[in-house]
């Protein structure tokens, strides 16, 4: 079964840095964009940064400058590295991605791809 898994979480200071990872697992083709998403309490969940296959990167507004997505395509795995983290980061943050696996449908095996959701990480900031 696929799954994605997030790790990196925890609690710091106002300005401090924290590197999330997410590593995707199971019986995967190929894996399209990957992201970061986040989910403060009472808000709507947002993305913060996402990534294509290709390296093309894309950040929300208020981490420009602060955040860096990348991925490791042999780990099947996307990182998000927090620099001069704030207060208002605090959120639980979630993986994303769009993973190809091969099925087999009408007797032949073909391409599937599906969205799939991490469990999520805590990331505190305290000011």
């Known amino acids: 079964q696929v799954q994605v898994v997030e790790s990196g979480g925890g609690l710091v200071q106002a300005g401090g840095s924290l590197r999330l990872a997410c590593a995707a697992s199971?019986?995967?083709?190929?894996?399209?964009?990957m992201g970061w998403y986040r989910q403060a309490p009472g808000k709507q969940r947002e993305l913060v940064a996402n990534?294509?296959?290709?390296?093309?990167?894309n950040y929300a507004d208020s981490v420009k400058g602060r955040f860096t997505i990348s991925r490791d395509n042999a780990k099947k795995t996307v990182f998000l590295q927090m620099n001069n983290l704030k207060p208002e980061d605090t959120a639980v943050y979630y993986c994303?991605?769009?993973?190809?696996?091969?099925?087999?449908?009408?007797?032949?095996?073909?391409?599937?791809?599906?969205?799939?959701w991490g469990q999520g990480t805590q990331v505190t900031v305290s000011s």
């Open positions: 199971g019986s995967i083709s190929s894996i399209n964009v």
């Open positions: 990534i294509t296959s290709g390296g093309s990167t």
């Open positions: 994303n991605a769009d993973i190809i696996t091969i099925v087999r449908a009408m007797g032949i095996f073909r391409t599937h791809m599906a969205n799939y």
